[in-house]
């Protein structure tokens, strides 16, 4: 069960990684999305998660690997376009910076993040880091609170 302020421990957590951002600069968090109907089951859990980033004032895009979800990597190049950034910083939105990470996102084939977004020639530079959201301490202690309330909630 989601509580009440996981989306703002979580953004913070993530936040923690962007290196200083000047003007003109902005992130963009590719989560993974599903194929099924399960992100609009839960609320949009992208969406949710992109209105805490923007309540926090933070110049962050939040999207899905998933074509088939939204946002897709087409939203958020556009959401990048408008809001004017000319430099992106790519994150992985996922516990784990595997596959998706290193080819979905960051890498040299036509159909990655990073080449669409250097293809559409908007931007002055797209920067990918490959780090999953596992490495974080606020992270990690995110999902052991979640699991002690999880046994705990057994054991009655």
Known sequence: MVGKNDFAIAASAVATQFPTLGKGEGVVLMGH?????????????????????????????????????????DEVLEQIKARGYKTVHMFPLMIVAGDHANNDMAGDDDDSWKSQFEASGAFDSVECQIAGLGEIADIQQLYIAHTKAAVDSLNG
């Open 33 to 73: 999305g599903s194929p099924r109907d399960n992100n609009q089951s839960f609320g949009n859990t992208y969406k949710m998660l992109q209105e805490t980033f923007d309540k926090m004032g933070l110049p962050v895009v939040v999207g899905t690997v998933e074509e088939v979800d939204t946002p897709n990597v």
